[in-house]
């Protein structure tokens, strides 16, 4: 009989912790809304003890999407759990994720504790984060270079705590499918209680191998896989979510599982991940990437016009991609627009729509017809914008032969007028150094990329920058007709998310944690015992 496989999503925990990714709590909600759609199991939404911004996203998610399992990290530390329950305790279905390392290289050189010390902690990690609530995960990190004995030990351990699952990470991404389906396999024989949980596995893609490797692991067994949107993650990122269920997807007749995934909710989750994030997907990734069912050569499409079976295993319809129709046009008006992107799932609040619009009619201006791709990245890129941060009032840039390129911009930030002038190398350069300026902050650029949205010389230009600031790299994302504007756009999103990541204002930022901890509310509905976090917040892991 066909098996059910769980799809833990970590785009939102393990995938933000990809360099130069801060999501705004707003990003945060509506990539969460579209994993709900996409029908997930199960959504890492963060780890809260991280910082407060970060535990007011995942309360936030908690509280307003329906449907998956909503779970938070936490250390194998009971203040970290007490944050984690905090975060999430209303919501639907509640999960703490806690984790402790288990391998020499981690107990030795970074938590520098024995195998004993590590078995005490899990053990009462996990009791405790029972007595919030009865669904609780254990990660034994890096267990893949882990001695499987320990593992055993722990695993058997904390089943006997009351874990439901247990989850075997490959962290640095080093194992190979045939040793990792033997790990599990091991596990499966040797782990007292194994048969009253779920086998969960979390692999990186170091080596590449972090599909190959889940798949393995659920021919051994393995009953969820921790996956996340373009295969987002630490370095080379984790299992890919649309690559390991579409290969159940697909490949049905062989493995014999199935998943509870909206495929069709695919490509649109891909592509929100993208533009928030600011991570390109390459042309050739598998499932979601711009060549995926795109055919070149002559023999090719000549097969694909005959009998699309030829060589397409999957339909492009299959994962939601379907050709964008044209949406509306320059006699538009706001209901419309309004209409048409709550059609899309984008929900703005009055002054957001109100900048869409005139965006949208500067565009509809230019090009008769306006795309649902332009329409979505005027949307995404509203959602990027919030009122406490810079925003982008007006912009002027001028060149020519033999001229000096200049350029002009005016910011706003919480009522605050920011302007400045700057000339440049080329209009590009004139304008982002003009925000520099005018944000009196210090970059230096790493990246830039300019991409167009839709076919045709009047098509938006999409700018991905990294900038390095502070020490940092922060990614940034711009659109706009014009492609100096884009740029513009972008070098804001970058300072954005240094300002929200809180590269300028440490101290302040600290002192903000700290009294937004401290009042606790009072009454757990879901705690069957009350614990104090201790106010202050902690370094992310
Ligand atoms: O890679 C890892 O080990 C993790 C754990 C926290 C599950 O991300
Ligand atoms: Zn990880």
New binding site residues.
């Given amino acids: 009989m066909t098996e059910r496989i769980y799809i833990f999503d ?1 785009t939102l ?2 995938g933000e912790q990809s360099p130069g990714i801060s999501l705004n709590q707003r990003e945060k909600v509506e990539i969460a809304e579209q994993l709900a759609r996409l029908e997930v199991d199960i959504i890492e939404a963060g780890f809260p003890v991280s910082s407060t911004g970060e535990f007011e996203a995942v309360k936030n998610i908690a509280k307003n999407v329906k449907g998956p399992v909503i779970c938070a ?1 936490a250390r194998a530390d009971r203040n970290d759990i007490d944050w984690a329950w905090e975060a999430i305790m209303f919501a639907e279905r509640p999960l703490i ?1 806690t ?1 402790l390392s288990t391998s020499e290289y981690h107990m030795k050189y970074q938590i520098k504790k024995t195998p004993k010390q590590v078995v005490d902690m899990a053990r009462d990690a996990v009791t405790y984060a029972r007595k919030y609530t009865e669904n609780v995960e254990f ?1 034994a ?3 893949t270079r882990s001695d499987p004995k320990l593992l055993y030990q722990v695993f058997t351990e904390v089943i006997k705590a009351g874990a439901t699952v247990i ?1 075997v ?3 640095v991404g080093y194992t190979i499918p045939d040793e990792f389906e033997a790990l599990i396999k091991g596990i499966m024989e040797n782990v007292k209680g194994i048969e009253k949980v779920v086998v969960s596995v ?1 692999c ?1 893609n170091d080596l590449g191998l972090a599909v190959a490797n889940s798949l393995a692991a659920i021919g051994a067994g393995a009953r969820q896989v ?1 996956c996340a949107i373009n295969g987002l ?2 370095r080379a990122g ?1 299992c890919s979510l649309e690559e390991i269920v579409m290969v159940l997807n697909t490949r049905k007749d062989a493995t014999d599982m199935t998943t509870g995934v909206k495929t069709r909710e695919i490509y649109q989750a891909s592509r929100l991940v993208s533009m928030l994030t600011g991570y390109n997907v390459q042309p050739n990734k598998a499932i979601v990437g711009e060549n995926a069912f795109a055919h070149e050569s002559g023999i090719h499409q000549d097969g694909v016009l005959k009998n699309r079976a030829t060589y397409e295993i999957m339909s492009p319809e299959d994962v939601g991609l379907v050709e964008s129709e044209i949406y509306l046009g320059k006699h538009s008006g706001r209901h419309a627009l309004k209409t048409k992107l709550e059609e899309m799932g984008f929900y703005l609040d009055d002054k957001g729509l109100e900048r869409a619009y005139v965006r949208f009619k500067e565009l509809a201006d230019k090009k008769k017809e306006v795309a649902v791709k332009d329409l979505e990245a005027i949307a995404l890129d509203e959602i990027r914008t919030l009122e406490e941060l810079f925003q982008l009032d007006y912009m002027q840039s001028s060149s020519g032969t033999g001229a000096i390129p200049i350029a002009a911009v005016k910011l706003s930030r919480e009522g605050k007028s920011y302007e400045a002038t700057s000339t440049g190398d080329g209009q590009v350069d004139a304008v982002c150094r003009a925000v520099l300026k005018a944000t009196k902050v210090r970059a230096k650029l790493v990246a830039y990329q300019v991409q167009a949205i839709t076919k045709g010389l009047d098509a938006m230009g999409d700018v991905t920058i990294k900038l390095e600031i502070e020490g940092h790299d922060m990614v940034g994302r711009g659109v706009s007709p014009d492609i100096i504007e884009a740029s513009a756009r972008a070098y804001i999103n970058a300072i954005n998310r240094a300002v929200q990541k809180g590269l300028f204002e440490k101290k302040k930022l600290a002192r903000k944690a700290t009294s937004a901890h401290a009042p606790r509310p009072k009454a757990k509905t879901k705690a069957k015992t009350k614990a104090k976090p201790k106010a202050k917040a902690q370094p992310q ?1």
């Fill in positions: 970590t925990r393990d990290l994720h984790f990660s990190m890096d267990a989850n990470p490959d962290t979390h990186h921790e993650g630490e984790n892991e």
